[in-house]
């Protein structure tokens, strides 16, 4: 099945926020159809859009995502009626803030995936991968996961220095 | 006290500006204390060193008298009436000594019902400005002194209130310092915005004082206090403030009424209130909402128009 | 014999440290804020204010793991944080109510249980106390028993002179063995006149009455008059070189994580709240009384001190201008 994958320096990891109803049923028909895509992306399943907070998202980052996607229902196709229609403007003011402190948008995508659009599916995870995947390793969250204030280096023991080797291979790991 | 009358620019505001709103709102308060109209007055009573004040909750016609209004009295009072202050006050109709700054507060809360406009006597202030943190506190203000964020006030007048107590006048030729700090951040290669705001967040020391005077942040239980599960670290890492504060920013998008006291209160000198106003510019441009003084059904965040903008939406 | 530094030779004895390997800490301008940071040359060193954070965190920081664990094969295996290799440290230009602070805490450090993290910086680190002659209208050093002069918690005190000079004062052997190993930068003599002290504004408050009125007055009106304002935040517990509160976390997963100590404050609500949800101190003002009583009564029932330096930061800083030597004015004016 994985005959065409080819090998490349670096895998990102995509992290996937999905509604139950449409996007997670629509990688499902993409799977049951025998779609290939890549296996970057992990597909987290949420009742809604609605419930995708973006505390999420960034944790997401946090915890060494390379690249985050966020999809659910077409508007007027919301389960719940309307939590797509929310999420769409919580998510327009929080890709401001986002790019206000400096992450690069192009590492968060936006969809609309039905149950039936298995195809699209693949090509919005497509899509995303291979343009993280010339990006690289999203460095700035996980950086600042290993910083600490100055009076913490100064007491924890030399390894918690950003520059040592220990950190540095548990930072490449994450990669 | 007819505020709207007319307005007049002047190069400082002098002691006797102060002194006049002073008496106005020490009149009301104690009028409104006599006749039993409210069962307390927030205000703003003197401080032990000279040119300052603090909050005050007044019960008696005795106290009220001794109420005052001065460019130190930079306190956004609302937070005295959310659910976060609760138990302070006796129950019952409340008066209030607000700046419009202040007033925008108390219509979000009534947006939000946390508060019903009946149940407040709002005494207004026609404010011309208040002093920044750490400014010479001389009694007079001017362009040295004046607070980042009456730079740039558009709401002068406290429209709304039971009664306003001051007429109108402003500092004049004022450039607007947060706008261009706000500009010039947007302006920088991405990197270095996010430079920028490591820097600034990694001083943070989690005292919580910009969540505690917020008066949108009255949550009983926040999600930065959670560690079970813990969406952010609580602890006063790098890491965790930039959660903190990203997630506090977006938790008053569409909220924050602008009073800046987050900014204020910082002890770490972190520009709170450019995240904050970076946001309302934004839901200014997407859905056309401002914070005003007029309390509206719904926030911005808290509605949806079927064909808002989803150019970001593939 | 009298001793005295200039200016130019304090910076290049900073310039040694740091090349001696020494962790060199002191006031410094960061951002728009000067705060103690590890100074990488005597340059850095900014002596204009006080910095807005105490000197405390050289000691007991922010933030620190205390240890980490991993499952490894089903077993959790823990890591201890090797305290050997905490740094050698010079704290410079620490005022005496920062310089003072570590000298009241090692009594609360080591009592019942030895803080061995705490213990440990403070047998490394050697603190050169300077003279205050800034201070503003929040200063109340004084009127706590210390002074703008008073050496105590300094290894090595500095009085800044009028020729801009240094006059030096070994007061223990820590300090004075600093100031062997660098001789060449001392001259002997006693210098010029010494810059003069700021006056405060609340000179002398009888520590013994306060102590005793706190003592029969563990409900009284004052608390709701002066806390019912307090809007609940850590600010004054921060940046206070006395308090000393923590909380403990495990952040991480259940496989893997750190455990970590910070600071943590009186003032928060969920500060003494129970997993019952009981929370014996309810309301905003009992949280406030705390922070009094634990200063001016219970820290001084157990170990006979006072916890707190009068360095006015709290005053300052207080978002809603509270204001703790106002509060002790008016305990000490008491008639009852």
Request: proline content about 5%; aromatic content about 8%; glycine content about 8%.
């Amino acid at each position: 099945m994985h005959a065409e994958t080819k090998q490349h320096d670096f895998e990102p990891k995509i992290v996937a926020f999905v509604c139950t109803w449409c996007t997670y049923a629509g990688a499902d028909l993409a799977g049951t159809s025998r779609m290939q895509y890549p296996s970057n992306v992990r597909v987290l399943k949420f009742p809604c859009t609605g419930r995708i907070d973006p505390v999420f998202i960034l944790r997401a980052f946090q915890k060494g995502a390379d690249g985050v996607l966020v999809s659910g229902c077409h508007p007027g196709d919301c389960h719940y009626m309307a939590g797509n229609f929310h999420a769409r403007r919580r998510f327009a003011a929080f890709r401001a803030l986002l790019s206000f402190v400096g992450v690069d948008l192009n590492r968060l995508q936006f969809s609309w995936v039905s149950a039936a659009e298995g195809g699209k599916w693949v090509d919005v995870v497509t899509e995303l991968t291979e343009r993280v995947r010339t990006m690289g390793p999203m460095p700035e969250f996980k950086e600042l996961e290993h910083e600490e204030q100055w009076s913490t280096f100064a007491g924890a023991s030399a390894d918690k220095v950003l520059n040592s080797p220990e950190l540095k291979e548990a930072y490449d790991s994450i990669g | 006290m007819n505020a709207k009358a007319s307005k007049t620019h002047v190069t400082c505001i002098e002691p006797a500006y102060y002194e006049a709103i002073t008496e106005a709102i020490r009149k009301e308060a104690v009028q409104i204390l006599k006749d039993e109209t409210v069962v307390g007055v927030v205000g703003y009573l003197p401080g032990r060193r000279k040119g300052t004040a603090s909050p005050a909750l007044v019960t008696t016609a005795e106290e009220a008298g001794k109420l005052i209004f001065s460019p130190a009295c930079v306190n956004n009072l609302s937070v005295y009436l959310t659910k976060a202050k609760k138990g302070v006050l006796k129950k019952g109709k409340v008066g209030i000594v607000a700046k419009g700054c202040d007033m925008r507060a108390l219509a979000g809360l009534i947006t939000e019902s946390q508060l019903q406009r009946e149940e407040l006597f709002i005494i207004g202030v026609v404010c011309p400005g208040v002093y920044g943190f750490g400014a010479e506190r001389t009694g007079t203000l001017t362009e040295a002194n004046i607070a980042r964020k009456c730079r740039e006030c558009s709401v002068h007048l406290p429209d709304g209130a039971d009664v306003a107590a001051g007429t109108h006048t402003e500092l004049a030729d004022l450039t607007p310092e947060e706008a261009e700090e706000m500009a010039r951040i947007e302006a920088m290669p991405q990197a270095e915005r996010w430079a920028f705001w490591k820097e600034h967040f990694s001083r943070c020391i989690r005292c919580m004082a910009c969540r505690q005077v917020c008066p949108f942040c009255y949550c009983e239980q926040c999600l930065c206090d959670k560690n079970r599960p813990q969406a952010v670290e609580s602890s006063p890492r790098p890491a965790g403030n930039m959660a903190w504060h990203l997630v506090r920013a977006m938790h008053l998008a569409g909220r924050c009424g602008g009073c800046a006291e987050c900014e204020r209160v910082c002890p770490m000198d972190i520009p709170l209130n450019l995240l904050n106003r970076r946001m309302a510019k934004e839901l200014k441009e997407l859905y056309d909402f401002e914070a005003g003084l007029n309390p509206v059904e719904k926030g911005p965040l808290n509605q949806y128009k079927e064909d808002d903008d989803q150019s970001f939406i593939k | 014999m009298p001793q005295i530094i200039t200016e130019q030779n304090l910076r290049n004895l900073i310039d040694l440290l740091v090349k001696e390997a020494k962790l060199v800490v002191g006031p410094k301008l960061s951002g728009s804020v000067v705060l103690y940071e590890p100074l990488a040359a005597g340059s850095d060193l900014t002596l204009d204010a006080l910095p807005r954070r105490s000197s405390k965190e050289l000691f007991f920081p922010i933030c620190e793991d205390i240890l980490s664990y991993k499952r490894e094969n089903g077993a959790m295996k823990v890591t201890d944080v090797d305290r050997s290799k905490f740094p050698e440290t010079v704290l410079i230009g620490a005022p005496p109510c920062d310089a003072g602070s570590p000298a009241i805490l090692d009594a609360v450090m080591s009592w019942d249980y030895n803080d061995e993290f705490y213990l440990e910086r403070r047998r490394k680190s050697t603190i050169v106390g300077i003279a205050c002659t800034k201070g503003d209208d929040a200063c109340f050093c004084r009127a706590v028993g210390l002074a703008p002069d008073a050496e105590g918690g300094s290894d090595l005190f500095l009085t800044p002179l009028k020729d801009g000079s240094y006059a030096c004062k070994a007061v223990t052997d820590k300090g004075q063995a600093l100031v062997a190993a660098h001789q060449n930068l001392f001259a002997d003599g006693a210098g010029t006149e010494p810059v003069p002290f700021v006056d405060q504004a609340v000179e002398k408050l009888d520590l013994v009455k306060i102590k005793k009125w706190l003592e029969e007055h563990f409900e009284d009106p004052l608390w709701e008059k002066i806390a019912d304002i307090c809007v609940g935040c850590g600010a004054c517990a921060f940046i206070c070189p006395a308090c000393h509160c923590f909380d403990i976390n495990d952040e991480g997963s259940t496989d893997d994580g750190v455990r970590r100590k910070h600071w943590d404050a009186c003032g928060f609500a969920k500060f003494t709240n129970h997993a019952s949800g009981h929370n014996p101190r309810d309301v905003q003002n009992k949280r406030y009384r705390n922070r009094i009583m634990h200063k001016f009564k219970y820290y001084d029932d157990k170990f006979g001190k006072t916890l707190c330096t009068g360095c006015g930061r709290c005053i300052r800083a207080c978002p809603v201008g509270i204001d703790i030597a106002e509060i002790l004015e008016t305990i000490n004016g008491k008639e009852d």
